[in-house]
């Protein structure tokens, strides 16, 4: 696997209901996961739930994700019916040459390099029905989650994040941002003081709303 570095970053204040796991499996392989719980239905608990489970596994490609994931899904739904329990996420593993993309609900993964952006999965800008219909722990009969594989080169830059972030800036921003910063960390605390202006503003530009909006924001910044 290609060398990386990354940085996560969290502020849990308004619902205390996303999660993130940052895991590394040795030999640069690495998984990478933003969650999502879904506000007044359990998410905390599900975002959580899943994390550990995640954290706990054997994950050696998309399908040992894709197994684990529904199996969640099948034990949230047993509890919740599909009211209670819910969660996005969005799961990056790095194995070998390939890093593989698996993708369940609206918190959206980016490439980001010097040629431009790219969204790998997941919706930007906006918590939809369709992001509720397709999270873990909402529907009986498990939906397959989206997946991507790529390979990546140096210079190629992840963005992992929850709508606490995209709703308050837009992707441009953020892929200028990624882009132009020299380390995971001077990006990340980039996007924190831009949304920080924003909530103070109560203010966001026109194309994502014009309104702020208060929310959970996490993201996993990693570089190729």
Not at 4 to 21: C, I, K, P, R, Y
Not at 167 to 177: G, K, P, Q, R, S
Request: aromatic share 6%.
């Amino acid at each position: 696997m290609l060398a990386s570095t990354v940085t996560t970053m969290q502020d849990n204040s308004a619902h205390g209901e996303d999660s993130f796991l940052s895991k590394d499996l040795g030999n640069g392989e690495f998984l990478d996961v933003v969650m999502d719980g879904v506000t007044g239905h359990g998410g905390e608990q599900a975002s959580t739930e899943l994390r550990d489970a995640l954290d706990a596994g054997d994950l050696n490609n998309a399908k040992d994700i894709v197994q684990l994931l529904s199996e969640m899904n099948e034990d949230f739904y047993s509890v919740g019916s599909g009211r209670f329990l819910l969660t996005t996420v969005s799961a990056v593993l790095g194995r070998g040459d390939n890093v593989q993309i698996i993708s369940a609900g609206d918190s959206p993964v980016f490439l980001i390099n010097k040629d431009g952006h790219q969204k790998l999965s997941g919706h930007a800008g906006g918590f939809l029905h369709v992001g509720v219909a397709k999270a873990i722990g909402a529907s009986e009969q498990f939906v397959q989650p989206a997946q991507v594989e790529i390979t990546p080169s140096p210079g190629d830059r992840l963005l992992l994040a929850t709508d606490g972030i995209t709703d308050n800036m837009t992707i441009e921003e953020l892929a200028e941002v990624v882009r132009n910063a020299d380390t995971p960390e001077a990006a990340a605390s980039t996007i924190e003081d831009t949304i920080k202006e924003r909530l103070q503003e109560g203010r966001v530009p026109e194309t994502i709303g014009v309104r702020f909006r208060y929310d959970d924001r996490t993201a996993i910044i990693r570089f190729f």
